[in-house]
């Protein structure tokens, strides 16, 4: 599957970007998720103090998009290299997620409501 490829190409670019410059000593999980969380707290403070309109207007703006997309690759870059580093299929995993989510927030339940399944 071309999708299959794609996660595997942006691991294998990330995991040999890290391994030029000799960083996989620092890239442990603790660091790695460290890391990760950082980098999805700079994401929201992208957002802090504004209203709804304020922050979908962000995605208009082409210098406030840039910064969230930035941001968003962050993201994505320490996931993706956590996941690399430690063998985790994102694929497979989500999946797995997906079906759990399902059975703790029944469409009958949950349809337009954001209360947690321990809620219902």
Same mark, same amino acid.
């Given at each position: ?11 294998? @670019? #990330?995991? +040999? ?11 442990? &999980?603790?660091?790695l998720?460290?890391? =990760? ?27 406030q998009?840039? @910064? #969230?997309? +930035? ?11 956590? &996941? ?5 299929? =994102? ?5 797995l ?24």
């Amino acid at each position: 599957m071309p999708n299959d490829l794609l996660l595997e190409e942006f691991q294998k @670019r #990330i995991a +040999d970007f890290c391994e030029a410059r000799d960083w996989d000593q620092f890239h442990d &999980a603790k660091e790695l998720a460290i890391g =990760l969380v950082t980098e999805s707290s700079e994401l929201l403070d992208l957002f802090r103090f504004k209203s709804v309109p304020e922050v979908e207007s962000m995605f208009v703006n082409p210098n406030q998009r840039e @910064r #969230i997309e +930035d941001e968003l690759a962050d993201v994505l870059f320490f996931l993706l290299r956590m &996941a690399g580093r430690y063998q985790v299929d =994102l694929r497979q995993a989500l999946e797995l997620k997906i079906q759990k989510n399902a059975a703790k927030y029944p469409v009958e339940l949950s349809r337009g409501s954001n209360r947690k399944y321990d809620e219902f």
